[in-house]
């Protein structure tokens, strides 16, 4: 069923993907934050914080890892915009209970078109790498609950995930 007013801006009429035209929008500051989660064991979530795994420092690596992919989105998402991405901070937030890391990033450009993707794909990969960095003691490592966190900026204006 479709939502009135709902079409796939990367469809065209014959139903084949394209990419976006932007070349006729207004440059606004743009800015997405988003969300990933990574579940561990103990051990696996001790080495982390204390930047003690066998590769070094857990969330530094992540975090440049997390940078570099916003800024390779394009490469990696076949119809997204290469972004001339102007500021991108990965945050991580251990939670010491539950052996979870809550991985936020927040990237901004001012631009054409959006950058949710950009900043899904920062956080997705910070993610992989606190795996990458930590899968020599613990295999069993859970990523999940990547999604948009907010938007603003465009035409569309900000959208704020409701709890």
Do not use: Q, W
């Not at 066998?54 to 394009?74: E, L, N, P, R, W």
């Amino acid at each position: 069923m479709k939502k009135e007013g709902a079409e796939l801006t990367h469809i065209d009429e014959k139903g084949m993907p394209k990419m976006v035209d932007v070349s006729k929008k207004i440059e606004t500051v743009r800015i997405a934050t988003a969300h990933a989660k990574v579940s561990m064991s103990e051990i696996a979530f001790g080495l982390a914080v204390s930047k003690g795994g066998k590769k070094g420092d857990v969330f530094g690596t992540a975090k440049i890892a997390g940078i570099m992919a916003a800024k390779k989105t394009s490469g990696l998402i076949p119809l997204c915009h290469p972004l001339n991405i102007e500021d991108c901070n990965i945050i991580f937030e251990p939670n010491e209970k539950e052996n979870t890391i809550d991985i936020k990033s927040i990237v901004k450009i001012s631009g054409k078109t959006g950058v949710e993707m950009e900043s899904l794909v920062a956080s997705s990969v910070a993610a992989l790498t606190v795996y990458d960095m930590l899968k020599a003691v613990d295999k069993s490592i859970e990523i999940s609950e990547v999604y948009l966190i907010e938007k603003e900026g465009g035409k569309s204006g900000l959208y704020r995930r409701e709890k």
